[in-house]
């Protein structure tokens, strides 16, 4: 059995608004973060590793948000996000391929060091009976391996965490009816802790869209959803040997008494 483990995890908070009529917020703060390994990391059959040290993490953001409120007819509101983060990871966990196909373990990496920038733009809008709300996300993350100088993959960015990835979300509704369409992209990545060519992987990115309708019988309430996944059929893998799926559908009815 693994010892119990006591761990002193401080965080602090501060926030500040610079004027009180303008919906502008910055908040910095602190955490010092502690993970254990999860019962599959330690014991999943060929995959957990029982020798796994649990992840600690210094954690430092600045955030920036903003807010604005409309009077007019259709835009009803924006809102801006945006955060610069750098993280400091002893001993972190990640799933790493041992060799073999479809084989993989969990293992400790002895410092990571991630620098990360976050920006969430959002805006709801209003057409008479239809309400609209568009949301991206971009995120560019720097995460490298910083564990033994004597290495080649010293600084190189660990495996399978992109620079870039991105997302566009888009929900139409009008009366019982909604309509969603979501665009996801990660940019190129490496599949081994040394960043060189051949292990090198594409990005990839998807088209989904999902149309809902809502129906009451009595007490009844009813959500018909049908889902187009993968609307462009783009033939990626998300992780070296495992393929997703092209287009596929899917067909969902809910039913609240």
């Known amino acids: 059995a693994s010892p119990n483990r006591h761990i002193w995890s401080p965080a602090l908070f501060i926030s500040y608004k610079p004027f009180s009529q303008v919906g502008w917020h910055i908040e910095a703060f602190y955490k010092h973060c502690f993970r254990m390994p999860t019962f599959n990391d330690l014991y999943y059959t060929e995959i957990g590793n029982a020798y796994l040290d649990p992840e600690t993490t210094n954690q430092y953001t600045i955030r920036s948000s903003y807010t604005k409120q409309f009077l007019s007819e259709w835009m009803q509101s924006v809102n801006i996000q945006a955060d610069v983060y750098y993280n400091e990871v002893k001993n972190k966990i990640i799933a790493y391929p041992k060799g073999g196909q479809f084989r993989w373990t969990m293992l400790n990496l002895g410092t990571v060091k991630i620098k990360g920038v976050e920006i969430n733009p959002k805006a709801v809008m209003n057409f008479g009976q239809l309400n609209a709300i568009l949301q991206l996300n971009y995120t560019w993350q720097q995460a490298l391996d910083c564990t033994d100088p004597t290495e080649e993959y010293y600084k190189d960015q660990i495996p399978y965490i992109p620079r870039h990835s991105g997302s566009a979300i888009t929900m139409l509704e009008w009366k019982q009816w909604q309509f969603n369409y979501s665009f ?50 783009q033939q990626y893998e998300v992780v070296e040997n495992y393929p997703m799926p092209g287009i596929n559908f899917k067909l969902i009815i809910r039913l609240m008494i």
């Not at 998807?206 to 959803?225: A, E, P, Y």
Request: charged fraction near 20%; charge should be positive; glycine fraction near 6%.
């Open 184 to 233: 996801i992209y990660v940019g190129e990545r490496y599949k081994r802790s040394a960043n060189l060519p051949e292990f090198h992987v594409q990005p990839w990115y998807t088209n989904d869209i999902s149309v809902s309708r809502r129906l009451q019988t009595g007490k009844l309430r009813w959500l018909f959803t049908g889902e187009v996944n993968n609307l462009l059929n």
